[in-house]
T-cell receptor, first 110, second 114 residues
Framework: GQNIDQPTEMTATEGAIVQINCTYQTSGFNGLFWYQQHAGEAPTFLSYNVLDGLEEKGRFSSFLSRSKGYSYLLLKELQMKDSASYLCAVKTGGSYIPTFGRGTSLIVHP | EPEVTQTPSHQVTQMGQEVILRCVPISNHLYFYWYRQILGQKVEFLVSFYNNEISEKSEIFDDQFSVERPDGSNFTLKIRSTKLEDSAMYFC????????????FGNGTRLTVT
C-alpha cells in the first residue's frame, strides 16, 4: 500500500518563510511532485524531485530525501495569494500514476 | 500556453441518470487521466488512458464508469447510473509521458447528484 502524510493546516505571516512537510511510505519510488490548489480550482504544478537534494524555483523550493521518504516545500517571502492547499503527489515504482496526499491548507495572514 | 479544457463546468443530475463529462487534453500529450475530488477530501485517481485504451484504473473506477476517446481531440468520462456519492469535482489531466512530466489539469467539472 501507499501512505502519504502531510500536516492538515498551517498558518504563517505575510513576508515570512514556511516549510510544508510530506512523508511517504510507498512500494518503490519514481518521483515526487508538489502542486498548489486554490479553493474551487484545479491543482497547478509547482515542482518535481526524483533525486535527493534541493530544487529551487523562484520563491519556492522543494527538497527530497529518498532514504527517509521525506520531502518539503519551502515558500519564501510569503504573499497573501499563497493562501491555498499544497498537495504532495508521489509516483511509485513501476507506475506513472501520481498518488496525492490529503494536502496542507496554508493560511497566510497580514 | 496550451491547456486542458473541460466541459461543462458544472453538471447537476438526478440519481440514476447517465452523465458524460468532456475533456480536450493538450494536443501533443499522450497520456490522459481522470481524477476526482470529493469536497474537502484529497484528489483521487480514477483511470489513465494511453494509445486508445485504459492503462490503469483504481478501485473507484467500477463498471458504472467508462472512458472513451471518440475522436482525435476529445476524451470523455461516462457515469452510467449516478449515485449521490458520485457528487464531486472531476478533473481531467494529461501528460507527455516523460517521467518528469507533471499532470496538467483542466478546470474541472463539478458534478452534483440529487
Amino acid at each position: 500500500g501507499q501512505n502519504i502524510d502531510q500536516p492538515t493546516e498551517m498558518t504563517a505571516t505575510e513576508g515570512a518563510i514556511v516549510q510544508i512537510n510530506c512523508t511517504y511510505q510507498t512500494s518503490g519510488f519514481n518521483g515526487l511532485f508538489w502542486y498548489q490548489q486554490h479553493a474551487g480550482e484545479a491543482p497547478t504544478f509547482l515542482s518535481y524531485n526524483v533525486l535527493d537534494g534541493l530544487e529551487e524555483k523562484g520563491r519556492f523550493s522543494s527538497f527530497l530525501s529518498r532514504s527517509k521518504g521525506y520531502s518539503y516545500l519551502l515558500l519564501k517571502e510569503l504573499q497573501m495569494k499563497d493562501s491555498a492547499s499544497y498537495l504532495c503527489a508521489v509516483k511509485t515504482g513501476g507506475s506513472y500514476i501520481p498518488t496525492f496526499g490529503r494536502g496542507t491548507s496554508l493560511i497566510v495572514h497580514p | 500556453e496550451p491547456e486542458v479544457t473541460q466541459t461543462p463546468s458544472h453538471q447537476v443530475t438526478q440519481m440514476g441518470q447517465e452523465v458524460i463529462l468532456r475533456c480536450v487534453p493538450i494536443s501533443n500529450h499522450l497520456y490522459f487521466y481522470w481524477y476526482r475530488q470529493i469536497l474537502g477530501q484529497k484528489v483521487e485517481f480514477l483511470v489513465s488512458f494511453y494509445n486508445n485504451e485504459i492503462s490503469e484504473k483504481s478501485e473507484i473506477f467500477d463498471d458504472q464508469f467508462s472512458v472513451e476517446r471518440p475522436d482525435g481531440s476529445n476524451f470523455t468520462l461516462k457515469i452510467r447510473s449516478t449515485k449521490l456519492e458520485d457528487s464531486a469535482m472531476y478533473f481531467c489531466a494529461s501528460t507527455t509521458g516523460a517521467n518528469n512530466s507533471p499532470l496538467h489539469f483542466g478546470n474541472g467539472t463539478r458534478l452534483t447528484v440529487t
